[in-house]
Nanobody, 125 residues
């Protein structure tokens, strides 16, 4: 079974940076997609970014374009989310998720099959 283990996150001041990591194991091929989602208290889980690990295509939510960068380290089976110029509204629990397909049409939770454990990100002065 696919397993995703997250690391990173924490507390940062507005304008600061954080990097989240998602280590993927248990898959039998590399044509899959990893998505990053976040869920703030009292809000629905929303998509932040996605990457097709084999083909390298990627996409971002409008709210994070130009500030967040998703990348993959194939040798380490790890997907990174670099978050710069963080804002208080970026505060949420962040999750990575696995989709057993080389791309995704909609960055919504129902498109993904396996999830990481979640890691909190707090942006506050």
């Amino acid at each position: 079974e696919v397993q995703l283990v997250q690391s990173g996150g924490g507390l940062v001041r507005p304008g600061g940076s954080l990097r989240l990591s998602c280590s993927v194991s248990g898959f039998t091929h590399d044509e899959y997609t990893i998505g990053w989602f976040r869920q703030a208290p009292g809000k629905e889980r929303e998509g932040v970014a996605w990457i097709s690990v084999f083909y390298g295509s990627r996409g971002y939510a409008d709210s994070v374009k130009g500030r967040f960068t998703i990348s993959s380290d194939d040798a380490k089976n790890t997907v990174l989310l670099q978050m710069n110029s963080l804002k208080p509204e970026d505060t949420a629990v962040y999750y990575c998720a696995f989709r057993d397909h080389y791309t995704v049409q909609r960055l919504t939770p129902d498109q993904f099959d396996f999830w990481g454990q979640g890691t909190p990100v707090t942006v506050s002065s």
